[in-house]
């Protein structure tokens, strides 16, 4: 049964951190690529940022410079540290596994207050 668990949202101000995880199992996690995608209210799921097997990283234009995702193949976990935090980054943030994004983990909440 695979299950991807997220954890480390919460409630923060404007310019503020959180740094996201999401155990994975299973799955055979380090062949996987791994995606962080958020929803706001009112909005479409967007991708915020993915990781391949190897390590190699893509990002949405409004998170570049200040979320850094990565990943710990021994642990089953990718991360995303968000830094510079800003209202609009407000929304459920999930994991997802695999180029296909076959698995989806239950989203962890992340607001911003101005």
């Known amino acids: 049964q695979v299950q991807l668990v997220e954890s480390g949202g919460g409630l923060v101000q404007a310019g503020e951190s959180l740094r996201l995880s999401c155990a994975a199992s299973?799955?055979?996690?380090?062949?996987?690529?791994m995606h962080w995608y958020r929803q706001a209210p009112g909005k479409q799921r967007e991708l915020v940022a993915n990781?391949?097997?190897?390590?190699?990283?893509n990002y949405a234009d409004s998170v570049k410079g200040r979320f850094t995702i990565s990943r710990d193949n021994a642990k089953n976990t990718v991360y995303l540290q968000m830094n510079s935090l800003k209202p609009e980054d407000t929304a459920v943030y999930y994991c997802a596994a695999g180029i296909q994004l076959d698995y989806w983990g239950q989203g962890t909440q992340v607001t911003v207050s101005s």
């Open positions: 299973g799955i055979i996690f380090r062949f996987k690529t």
């Open positions: 990781i391949g097997p190897v390590g190699s990283t």
